[in-house]
T-cell receptor, first 114, second 114 residues
Framework: KQEVTQIPAALSVPEGENLVLNCSFT??????LQWFRQDPGKGLTSLLL?????REQTSGRLNASLDKSSGRSTLYIAASQPGDSATYLC?????????????FGQGTILTVHP | KAGVTQTPRYLIKTRGQQVTLSCSPI?????VSWYQQTPGQGLQFLFE???????NKGNFPGRFSGRQFSNSRSEMNVSTLELGDSALYLC?????????????FGSGTQLSVL
């Protein structure tokens, strides 16, 4: 059974810092991995999807990498801003017939203070 | 393009009642997945529908059921509500003609069972 762990559980940084969020999974047979952000009381916003044949994805100030052999993914946020404050979740799909099924970590609560 | 729409936004029910939640996917998306989010268990997969057929199911009791209509709109039903069913219910859509696609989430329905 796939289990996803996110470290740290919470992070508070001053504006402008570069930061790294970590995600690890127990089953290296992960097909793809997606990073989301969630604002309080809201749904999830997809940030980056690392597809099965990829190792990295970038969008603006965000960069995510996936190392299946070590069971780890990282989300790098450059030059953090107060608007980046949210919960960040990683989620993996096992492939095969796992349509629509993502296994989520518990999230990292990020606070960026001015 | 309109996003994923979930109705209602909030629901209050009492134990033993049943409830129906609705999800309209992004236009053109044929796959709808449902998730339950609670503070203790995080996000857990309920089921996924594609072209009116359930393709995947999580580990929830039979009180949780769903369906999808020919226009891809989906409903989920929970019968004989229990206090532990209080949660944010999220649906997500994608075209899911293959697995390497992002899931797009709605804002959720917050269900409170009293």
């Amino acid at each position: 059974k796939q289990e996803v762990t996110q470290i740290p559980a919470a992070l508070s940084v001053p504006e402008g810092e570069n930061l790294v969020l970590n995600c690890s999974f127990t089953d290296s047979a992960i097909y793809n991995l997606q990073w989301f952000r969630q604002d309080p009381g809201k749904g999830l916003t997809s940030l980056l999807l690392i597809q099965s044949s990829q190792r990295e994805q970038t969008s603006g100030r965000l960069n995510a990498s996936l190392d299946k052999s070590s069971g780890r993914s990282t989300l790098y946020i450059a030059a953090s801003q107060p608007g980046d404050s949210a919960t960040y979740l990683c989620a993996g799909n096992a492939g095969g017939t796992s349509y629509g099924k993502l296994t989520f970590g518990q999230g990292t609560i990020l606070t960026v203070h001015p | 393009k309109a996003g994923v729409t979930q109705t209602p936004r909030y629901l209050i029910k009492t134990r033993g009642q049943q409830v129906t939640l609705s999800c309209s996917p992004i236009s053109g998306h044929r796959s709808v997945s449902w998730y339950q989010q609670t503070p203790g268990q995080g996000l857990q997969f309920l089921f996924e529908y594609f072209s009116e057929t359930q393709r995947n199911k999580g580990n929830f009791p039979g009180r949780f059921s769903g369906r999808q209509f020919s226009n891809s709109r989906s409903e989920m039903n929970v019968s004989t509500l229990e206090l532990g069913d209080s949660a944010l219910y999220l649906c997500a859509s994608s075209s899911q003609s293959f697995l390497n696609e992002k899931l797009f989430f709605g804002s959720g329905t917050q269900l409170s069972v009293l």
